[in-house]
């Protein structure tokens, strides 16, 4: 093992272990003991970002551990195997294997993918992709832990969800039935091998951790722009221009590609710009986001075809964009 997989672990134990210390026996004497030699301001955001990571590290864990016990235990045959060869019946198969998947946007793409070879067709396949990061049942339980008595949110997100894979898949069967959409990559079957010779529980453990430090990196990155932002952007301002619908759907589409949040934990930093943002604007952000982000863009491209990975970003931004605005209608008028 090399001196920087060594450091990466050691540096997970020692991140694990302090977590855990703040959040058992975290206090505000602690909290500003730490932030003691911080400006006012920047022990705010200290303070916010530490909040949203507690918030959500039991979900991440969570998450990366049934990731890794599905890619170890659930082959790709068996569930190729569900997916019927009736196109339509294949869509609702495939958005029931998506609720039974619990596997953020960071994990699903290489899922997918290997789905794909093994046969499973491309709309199916897709399906999967933009519905499993958001209908498993850890993104549900932190997005109704973040909004609780909220149901037009939580509820709201597995609707828009529901819709958007419905549209998308069936759009693509139309457009991408018949067409090879990957890329070739000579280093899988030698990946296959190498983890094949891993006793089950110890490719279980390096899969979680080195999930962990995929994930974590990308939530932490998204929680300390959040914080930032609870501080320093003018809430009047963003709640200025975000006051039309049009606009506060489009900055936060715009945030959830930018910060690329596990869709494990977006929902608590989505919570925290609640207070002056409308509810078709949070939807936006907690339905784009999972589906696309910075981070998953670029493993898209790595692993599709650039016809494929541009078709579908614009389809599903221009799907997402005009459900969030009608979600918002039927909230002021319908709901």
């Known amino acids: 093992m090399s001196f920087s997989n060594n450091f990466k672990y050691l540096l997970l134990y020692v991140l694990f272990i302090w977590l855990i210390y703040i959040f058992l026996f975290g206090n505000e004497e602690l909290l500003d ?13 200290f303070v916010i970002f530490l909040g949203i990571i507690l918030e959500a590290f039991p979900f991440i864990i969570l998450g990366v551990v049934f990731s890794s016990i599905i890619q170890e235990f659930v082959s790709e045959d068996m ?14 198969t495939a958005l029931f294997v998506a609720i039974l998947t619990p596997v953020c946007e960071c994990a699903i793409i290489p899922v997918v993918r290997r789905l794909i070879q093994k046969g499973v067709p491309v709309h199916a396949g897709t ?4 519905g499993a990061p958001i209908l498993n049942f850890i993104v549900f339980g932190s997005t109704f832990y973040a909004f609780q008595g909220q149901p037009y949110i939580y509820i709201g997100r597995i609707v ?38 891993e006793s089950k529980l110890k490719s279980i453990a390096n899969h979680s951790i080195n999930e962990f430090f995929l994930v ?36 936060m589409m715009g945030l959830a ?6 869709s494990e934990a977006d929902a608590f930093v989505a919570a925290s710009f609640q207070q002056f943002m409308s509810s078709e604007s949070l939807l936006a952000f907690l339905v ?20 494929f990975v541009v078709y579908f970003i614009a389809l599903v ?19």
């Not at 569930?79 to 609702?92: D, E, G, M, V, W």
């Not at 722009?225 to 200025?240: P, V, W």
């Not at 590609?257 to 596990?262: G, I």
């Open 127 to 130: 399906a999967i992709l933009v």
């Open 33 to 45: 003991s730490i932030g003691i030699v911080l400006k006012y301001e920047s022990r705010s955001v």
């Open 160 to 197: 828009l969800c529901i819709v958007t894979v419905m549209i998308v898949g069936v759009v693509i069967y139309l457009k991408f039935s018949s067409v090879n959409i990957l890329r070739t990559d000579k280093q899988i079957s030698a990946n296959l091998k190498a983890e094949n010779r």
């Open 317 to 335: 931004t221009i799907v997402v964009f005009v459900l969030s605005l009608l979600s918002g209608v039927y909230l002021r008028f319908g709901g």
């Open 79 to 92: 569930i190729r195997r569900l997916i019927p060869k009736n196109p339509i019946t294949a869509l609702f």
């Open 216 to 251: 974590g990196k990308y939530f932490m990155i998204g929680a300390f722009f959040a914080s930032i932002a609870q501080i320093f952007i003018n809430r009047y301002a963003l709640a200025e221009a975000t006051s039309q619908s049009v606009n506060g759907v489009v900055i």
């Open 257 to 262: 590609f930018l910060l690329s949040l596990c």
């Open 288 to 307: 784009y986001g999972p589906m696309i982000d910075l981070k998953n863009t670029l493993v898209m491209i790595a692993s599709f075809k650039m016809k």
